[in-house]
């Protein structure tokens, strides 16, 4: 038999189930106590030996580890216990895929050459045409959010909604995450094809609903992978003053406003729903690998591990030692007469 690469789908069941286990061994031998301190202060010992002279101690304990034991193995594969290897299915062609692209004025900073948003339009671009299969759409969004491209294959349609979306497509200043995945949701067809959410963001959730509704999408089967666009250093917002010529925003006090790139919300919208974060990077290979993964199917944590299933194994092992269990008497022999 094959045993590389054991592991647990849910190892947390397998915690709860060895403590409920724990629990019961130690209430079996707190009543054994119990009862035996009440039967002491009823009878003489002489009386209880001889009343109990054909009940056995050691198998009652055995029938009682019989079953916490058949109690374990049940837990363990409820566990989901793989180890071996299956191939990998691929699954690109099976997914349907909405960008979620951050069209802020946060977006206009240049710590991403030309700027952020031209270099998260260049990369979606390339995922597109990389994968190849499946439908795509594309929402835009800043303090409000907006469908710019239905799921749709017809990539060269997809491809134009792109090209015209800038920090002018929405009017609403802001940063509204939430408000983004919930057009997303909208955005999917009801198939049964595997839903994938792709935020493009610097993840500078002015609203901070994001989490909270990538919670909700979560509980629908819904994957948000998030991607950062930025850079921890970041740095000035690049406006057109009255002029007409590029100046740095600032705030009411005349400071310069500076954006930089926050990987812990988008870590945490990524989290609540098994997805992945990953930080685009200057030639967007941080959404390429990320598209690399999804292809093979092990974008979601713990998703490159195909281990064999193997429940069956440890269900058959506790229904032995349950009938075991039932088999087994917890009274002595009579002793046979000379």
Same mark, same amino acid.
């Given at each position: 038999m094959d045993l590389a690469d054991p592991h647990l789908l849910r190892p947390w069941v397998l915690g709860a189930v060895a403590a409920a286990a724990g629990g019961l061994a130690w209430a079996h031998l707190r009543q054994a106590a119990v009862r035996a301190r009440r039967l002491s202060g009823l009878l003489a010992p002489r009386a209880i030996r001889r009343g109990? %002279? /054909?009940?056995? =101690?050691?198998? !009652?304990?055995?029938?009682?580890g019989l079953g916490l034991a058949a109690l374990l193995l049940l837990g363990a594969a409820a566990a989901g216990p793989r180890w071996g290897a299956e191939a990998a299915p691929q699954t690109a062609a099976a997914e349907d895929v909405v960008f979620v692209l951050d069209t %802020? !004025? %946060?977006?206009l900073v240049k710590d991403l050459r030309p700027s952020r948003l031209e270099r998260a339009k260049a990369a979606i671009a390339a995922f597109v045409q990389? @994968? /190849?299969? /499946? %439908? =795509? /759409?594309?929402v835009a969004f800043s303090g409000q959010a907006f469908l710019q491209c239905?799921?749709?294959?017809?990539?060269?349609a997809f491809f134009r909604a792109l090209g015209e979306t800038d920090t002018r497509a929405i009017p609403v200043p802001g940063t509204d995450i939430a408000r983004a995945l919930e057009e997303a949701e909208g955005a999917f067809a009801a198939n049964r094809n595997r839903k994938l959410v792709l935020l493009l963001t610097d993840g500078e959730d002015l609203e901070a609903g994001g989490v909270e509704m990538a919670r909700q999408l979560a509980r629908k089967g819904l994957v948000v992978h998030t991607v950062g666009v930025g850079t921890e250093s970041g740095g000035p917002i690049t406006v057109v003053g009255p002029d007409g010529l590029p100046d740095s925003l600032r705030d009411g006090e005349g400071n310069l406003v500076t954006s930089r790139l926050d990987?812990?919300?988008?870590? @945490?919208v990524a989290e609540a729903t098994r997805g992945r974060h990953v930080r685009l990077g200057q030639a967007g290979e941080g959404l390429e690998a990320l598209r690399l993964a999804i292809q093979a199917g092990t974008d979601a944590p713990g998703g490159g591990r195909r281990g064999i299933p193997r429940e069956s194994l440890f269900v058959s092992l506790a229904l032995l030692l349950m009938v075991v269990e039932s088999l087994l008497a917890d009274r002595r022999r009579p002793a046979t007469p000379p």
């Open positions: 109990l %002279s /054909g009940l056995s =101690v050691a198998r !009652r304990n055995a029938k009682a %802020s !004025r %946060s977006m990389r @994968k /190849g299969t /499946g %439908s =795509v /759409g594309l239905p799921l749709t294959r017809d990539y060269d990987e812990e919300t988008l870590t @945490k």
